[in-house]
Nanobody
Framework: VQLQASGGGLVQPGGSLRLSCAVSGFTSGPHGIGWFRQAPGKKREGISYIHSSEGTTSYANSVKGRFTISRDKAKDTVYLQMNSLKPEDTAVYYC????????????????WGQGTQVTVSS
């Protein structure tokens, strides 16, 4: 199983970015894809989730209303549209695959991508 996260970069406060997570090799049926982030000196936190077939989603309060997760089944790719970015959104963003019973719980994911840096600064 491989996950390739991309789309990070430097953006000004109030700006937008779209992250992508390309998933390959996962052949074990319906699953969940989660986005997590880890800021310097902080624990990794789950911020968004989508079910691969049902399309149900979940968001952390810290990003609700600003971030939107979506998927392209044909491309096996999940996107995280991030709007109204704030300096506190600065972190390394990771995508992960698993079958979580608690969507934003890190320990329920088995496969992880390499992370992409998002920096929000003027």
């Amino acid at each position: 199983v491989q996950l390739q996260a991309s789309g990070g970069g430097l953006v000004q406060p109030g700006g937008s970015l779209r992250l992508s997570c390309a998933v390959s090799g996962f052949t074990s049926g319906p699953h969940g894809i989660g986005w997590f982030r880890q800021a310097p000196g902080k624990k990794r936190e789950g911020i968004s989730y989508i079910h691969s077939s049902e399309g149900t989603t979940s968001y952390a309060n810290s990003v609700k209303g600003r971030f939107t997760i979506s998927r392209d089944k044909a491309k096996d790719t999940v996107y995280l549209q991030m709007n109204s970015l704030k300096p506190e959104d600065t972190a390394v963003y990771y995508c992960a695959v698993g079958r979580p019973t608690i969507p934003l719980l890190e320990s329920e994911y088995h496969y992880w991508g390499q992370g992409t840096q998002v920096t929000v600064s003027s």
